[in-house]
């Protein structure tokens, strides 16, 4: 007889399946995930490489000129030299006719030229040897000789390519005894040991602030020229950085890629993701020196610290009215034109703050998070539930001017103060 499988078991085995396969899915989707992360950090120190490279190329340059400025002036020197030997030769002795001085001169030039006998048709300089001038020339052509058989850029120099196959290779050379950190080049070493011995050799001449590279002296000194050469092709924004464009760019893109392992959100800056991060850790590295109280953002303690001081920057131009944040003061600028951007989906009662909104949203929800620990009554909204605790502590803070007598809320203080100020009260029948 042939056994019949109970329909209960097939299900049960179905769903079991069903899960499974689920389960391989979400498995796909984590591990495509890490495949995307781990490409975008080796793109992201592909990048750092390829600025690493620019800043050396910059340096190269900056060398090659002190190179030909030390040659210039050692061939001044020799001119110098031989003009005088020549001088020397033709003392004029008594009873002599004085040699000319230009023709002294054109023949010590005839004396250099034979020396330097390749001479460039373009601008005019001269070389010893042939090869010099023909690498001299690929300044005028534009010709780039040497080229990447991984990725297609060409270089000037042989030796320039060699530097740029590192980053297809991978190797990084130059480590650092302090920390362990590894480099392409020599001249990022010598920049990172800044880091470990403080040395700052480049000072603005502006505002004496010294930084350790020559290439962030450049971008610091754009602060004080006022300076943003990278404009965004969008909106026309400008900028100092090009790194400062490049994360604008995202807002047009929408490119957010820097994504929380914890819980997914995706950030357009890795500054931002490194703070939301601190979310799941719980870490508050900011601590006020005054009270204790710590924050997670150094902007965070900043606004914090106006507490203590009583400084409140942020003045509105219609009231006068100072605040400690810019953030408050825009939101109060809402109440002089009226704005209320934050409009109820289910009855259409429209908020100045999103925060009013939301708690708004509980009286359709019927949500009640904040609850009393001394009688359990719940409360939508936690202004509501301090109100309510002063019944429990009586604590009355609000206090009348003319009469003293005190008030646990601030809308009972107003209606009484009207007993004073003669304003008749009317009774809703």
């Known amino acids: 007889m042939k056994h019949t499988e109970d329909p209960e ?5 179905m769903e079991v399946k069903e899960e499974s396969e689920e389960l391989r899915e979400v498995k796909e989707e984590s591990e495509e995930l890490r495949e995307v992360k781990e490409e975008s950090e080796e793109l992201r120190e592909v990048k ?12 190269s340059e900056e060398l090659r000129e002190v190179k030909e400025e030390r040659e210039e002036l050692r061939e001044v020197k020799e001119e110098r030299e031989e003009l005088r030997e020549v001088k020397e030769e033709h003392h004029v002795k008594p009873g002599e006719k004085p040699l000319c001085r230009s023709k002294t001169k054109n023949k010590c030039l005839k004396k250099r030229r034979a020396k330097k006998s390749f001479t460039c048709t373009q601008c005019g300089n001269s070389y010893r040897t042939k090869q010099n ?58 920049n990172h040991m800044r880091a470990h011995t403080g040395e700052k050799p480049h000072t603005c001449d502006q505002c004496g602030k010294s930084l350790t590279r020559l290439k962030t002296l450049k971008e610091h000194m754009m602060i004080h020229t006022g300076e943003k050469p990278h404009t965004c092709g969008q909106c026309g924004k400008s900028f100092t950085h090009k790194l400062s464009l490049e994360n604008h760019m995202r807002v047009h893109t929408g490119e957010k890629p820097h994504t929380c392992d914890q819980c997914g959100k995706s950030f357009t800056q890795l500054k931002t993701l490194k703070e939301h991060m601190m979310i799941h850790t719980g870490e508050k590295p900011h ?13 965070s303690i900043e606004n914090h610290m106006r507490v203590h001081t009583g400084e409140k920057p942020h003045t509105c131009d219609q009231c006068g009215k100072s605040f400690t944040q810019l953030k408050t003061l825009k939101e109060h600028r809402m109440i002089h034109t009226g704005e209320k951007p934050h409009t109820c989906g289910q009855c259409g009662k429209s908020f100045t703050h999103k ?47 003319h009469c003293d007598k005190r008030f646990s809320q601030s809308s009972n203080l107003k209606m009484h103060e009207k007993i004073h100020s003669g304003q008749t009260l009317l009774k809703v029948s």
């Open 9 to 13: 078991e097939q299900r049960e085995l």
């Open 287 to 299: 601590t006020c020196d005054q009270c204790g109280k710590s924050f997670t953002h150094k902007v």
């Open 48 to 59: 750092e490489e390829s600025e690493e490279l620019r800043e050396v190329k910059e340096e």
């Open 133 to 190: 001038l023909e690498r001299h020339m690929i300044v005028h052509t534009g010709e780039k000789p040497h080229t990447c058989d991984q990725c297609g850029k060409s270089f000037t120099c042989k030796q320039n390519l060699e530097r740029h196959m590192i980053v297809h290779t991978g190797e990084k050379p130059y480590t650092c005894d302090q920390c362990g950190k590894s480099f392409t080049q020599k001249v990022n070493l010598e």
């Open 355 to 401: 925060g009013s909104l939301e708690i708004h949203m509980r009286v359709h929800t019927g949500e009640k998070l904040f609850k009393c620990d001394q009688c359990r009554k719940s409360f939508s909204s936690k202004q509501y539930l301090e109100i309510h605790m002063r019944i429990h502590t009586g604590e009355k803070p609000y206090e009348c001017s």
